[in-house]
């Protein structure tokens, strides 16, 4: 019940359902600078540390985990977050667009061609 707020960031494409937690900001505050990658992904409502396990885990085999994620970032997860979702669509839509913009101008153009 306490993951609800979060759900919400989901589905408004802020979080993804899986991938690094969001950090405390005094944690980022002293990073050193390959931590950042972690930053790559959108924060996740669970993460490999999390089933890995957690409260066992130092700090800084948290971030190895999330950085692995990161690396290994398979296309199904990525297709789990609705605000990607939503630039792919819009990106496949400007493909579209232009191919048909293209076949429109091939079309007049044979039609010129045959007057």
Aim: aromatic share 8%; charged share 25%; net charge positive.
């Amino acid at each position: 019940m306490d993951e609800l707020p979060q759900l919400w960031n989901v589905l408004r494409g802020e979080m993804s359902l899986v991938g690094p937690r969001p950090p405390i900001p005094y944690e980022v505050e002293r990073y050193p600078a390959h931590w950042f990658a972690r930053f790559q992904v959108k924060p996740g409502l669970t993460g490999l540390w999390q089933v890995s396990g957690r409260c066992e885990l130092t700090l800084d085999q948290m971030i190895a985990l999330d950085l692995e994620y990161v690396r290994r970032r398979s296309p199904p997860t990525q297709y789990l977050d609705p605000a990607a979702n939503g630039a792919r669509r819009a990106q496949s839509q400007g493909r579209i667009v232009e191919i048909a913009r293209t076949l429109g101008n091939s079309q007049q153009r044979q039609r010129k061609g045959r007057s």
